[in-house]
């Protein structure tokens, strides 16, 4: 059972920060793909930002340069903090924790999701 627990959303004007905060269950000998993904009313879900196993960073073009990702609590944690938010950035962020390796069962879940409201 992988369980993935997001925290951290919120409202807030243009131009501010708000830092979102992402866990997952802990394995031992375990590997982790971690991510942000969002998605707005009436829109497809899309990638914002990720660290790959190895430590690799990637972001969405829409965010890039503006967010940035962190794993200060551990590789099973990600951090995201949203800099320069803009209306459009209003949606739904979740998180998806992707668990594998040599001696691991394998996961790829989504948490409930967090909500980013941004007004102008």
Known sequence: LQIVDESGGGSVQTG???R??????AYTNCKYDMSWW????GKER?????????????FGDSVEGRFTVGQ????????????SLRPED???YYCR?????????????WGRGTQVTVSS
């Open 16 to 18: 501010g920060p708000l």
């Open 20 to 25: 979102l905060s992402c866990v997952t269950t």
């Open 38 to 41: 969002r998605q707005a009313p």
């Open 46 to 58: 899309e990638f914002v930002a990720g660290i790959s196993s190895d430590g690799t960073m990637n």
């Open 72 to 83: 200060e609590n551990g590789k099973n944690t990600i951090s995201l903090q949203t800099d």
């Open 90 to 92: 209003t949606a739904m």
């Open 97 to 109: 924790a992707r668990t594998f390796g040599k001696w691991c069962d394998e996961y790829d879940s």
